[in-house]
């Protein structure tokens, strides 16, 4: 029940009409359409009529309130939403913040590819219609060692898209083991149940043998599945059948092997002593028949899913209405191409920003850190300032166990409470994205640009 003081705001709030006249939104009308400032205009009427009538103790709110609401309002709408942010939490993948950033030839690709006109579906020597795979399907090949490959928007499409090709109605046998779930919900079992397969599981979630596939392949198998545990790690009393055994066992059985990487290197970390991820070179070495990965993790390139193996399957996904659906399209090829190129010229690690951030040597990180700190120690009358040791983590799921060392800024505001601080640091303009740990706002310089230093020390003088 509305009581009489209820009525009574409702009846103080101004009409649309005369907040249109409002010489205070005359300028916002000359920048946008008369229409928008009018539809904003009227949703923050509803919003304040809907406030009034849920408050016990109604309050009207003044003209002015409103129109400060309504000029706010347009230019939440009217700025970009989607805007860069500073990354100094040192996790090098993180999904949060947009996962691999993109090499300069990469968006340099982008950018020519989404300006003009291109070859994306022609073939310009013939002079008739080509494919869109045609520009990475080559470079593909030369890097993993395939017989084939082909494109889709993500890892997740990928397997979807191939169990649904490989196996729809058929079972698909998968270690208990490997049955994962990856950030963002995506399950092996769920996606299993999507794709019409059916999920045959072997094994003990520690220990899956030879003879567990074995005994469980029927004429209805259609598919041996490997899922690369790359975002957990099993440690103790533990078997897992490699993949070289496994493809024995397909082979014996006449039945395709498939491998879902995961992350996807092309590039091995191995050899530098960063963590245990096989490569899709050693994958497809291995015997699989089909392998996919990701684009945009640990390969750094654009949000994509690969997949690689015997030209025969890949003929057969690649006509699949699926496929069709989960394309990529003009931009994310060019990056990838871009960003494949740099393999292939032995520039991988100087040019993709993934690889540099993390065989980023502990030289450079000192040297960032001091940088960062001579710049920043003008204000320790107002915060403790330190550079200290930590780790850096590679993020995206991939190798959780790897911890890279590395040289944080420490800063602890005398006055400033510490978590005012952290949000007052993350809002616009200039997010800079930190965490605190034990009191003190940390910055890790390794995922940090050093163009990007000036303006954390415009953010934090204006913070602090
Ligand atoms: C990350 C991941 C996926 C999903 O890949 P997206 O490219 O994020 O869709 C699938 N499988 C494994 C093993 C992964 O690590």
Same mark, same amino acid.
């Given at each position: 029940?509305? =009581? ?33 400032? =009018? ?8 919003? !304040? ?30 700025? #970009?939403?989607?805007? =860069? ?27 020519? *590819? ?74 092996? *079992? ?23 596939? !074995? ?24 078997? !897992? ?50 392998? =996919?990965? *990701? ?6 390139? #654009? ?96 190798? #959780? ?64």
């Amino acid at each position: 029940m509305l =009581s009489d003081k209820h009525y009574q705001a409702l009846r103080s709030l101004p009409a649309v009409n005369s907040l249109l006249q409002a010489p205070e939104l005359q300028g916002l009308i000359k920048e946008a359409r008369f229409e928008l400032i =009018s539809r904003i205009s009227s949703k923050v009427l509803a919003e !304040e009529r809907q406030k009034i009538t849920e408050a016990a103790v109604p309050q009207a709110t003044t003209t002015t309130e409103i129109l400060a609401k309504i000029t706010d309002k347009y230019h939440k709408l009217a700025v #970009p939403h989607l805007h =860069s942010v500073i990354n100094g939490t040192g996790v090098i993948l993180h999904t949060n913040l947009g996962r691999a950033k993109l090499s300069t030839e990469a968006l340099e690709a982008v950018q020519n *590819s989404a300006l003009n006109y291109s070859n994306l579906e022609y073939n310009i020597i013939e002079g008739k219609r080509g494919t869109r795979f045609a520009h990475v399907e080559e470079l593909l090949i030369e890097l993993t060692g395939a017989e084939a490959a082909t494109v889709v928007n993500n890892n997740a499409a990928a397997v979807i898209l191939i169990l649904q090709e490989m196996a729809q109605g058929k079972e698909v046998i998968v270690s208990r083991g490997q049955l994962v779930e990856i950030g963002g919900s995506f399950r092996v *079992s769920e996606i299993m149940a999507q794709s019409g397969a059916q999920l045959v599981e072997v094994g003990t979630t520690n220990k899956t043998h030879e003879f567990d596939y !074995e005994r469980a392949i029927t004429p209805n198998t259609a598919l041996l599945m490997k899922v690369h545990t790359s975002n957990y790690k099993m440690v103790g009393f533990t078997k !897992e059948v490699p993949l070289d055994e496994l493809v024995q066992i397909g082979a014996l059985h006449q039945l395709p092997v498939y491998e879902d990487l995961g992350s996807g290197v092309l590039y091995d970390l191995k050899k530098h002593g960063i963590g245990e991820e096989p490569t899709v070179q050693e994958a497809i070495k291995a015997g699989a028949d089909l392998v =996919s990965f *990701s684009g945009d993790k640990l390969l750094g390139g #654009p949000q994509t899913g690969i997949i690689v193996g015997k030209k025969q399957l890949i003929e057969r996904i690649k006509k699949n209405q699926l496929a069709r659906a989960l394309r990529v399209d003009k931009m994310t090829l060019a990056a990838l191409e871009a960003t494949l190129r740099h393999y292939l010229l032995n520039e991988a690690p100087a040019k993709i920003p993934t690889l540099r951030m993390l065989l980023m040597n502990s030289q450079t990180l000192e040297e960032k850190a001091s940088k960062l700190y001579d710049l920043l120690k003008d204000y320790d009358q107002q915060a403790e300032l330190r550079i200290i040791d930590g780790f850096s983590e590679v993020g995206g799921g991939s190798m #959780p166990d790897v911890q890279l060392p590395t040289k944080l800024i420490a800063i602890k505001p005398h006055s400033l409470d510490i978590n005012r601080f952290e949000s007052a640091m993350r809002l616009p303009p200039s997010s800079i994205i930190g965490r605190i740990v034990a009191d003190k706002y940390l910055l890790d310089v390794r995922t940090i640009e050093v163009e990007q230093f000036t303006l954390i020390k415009e953010k934090i003088d204006s913070v602090l």
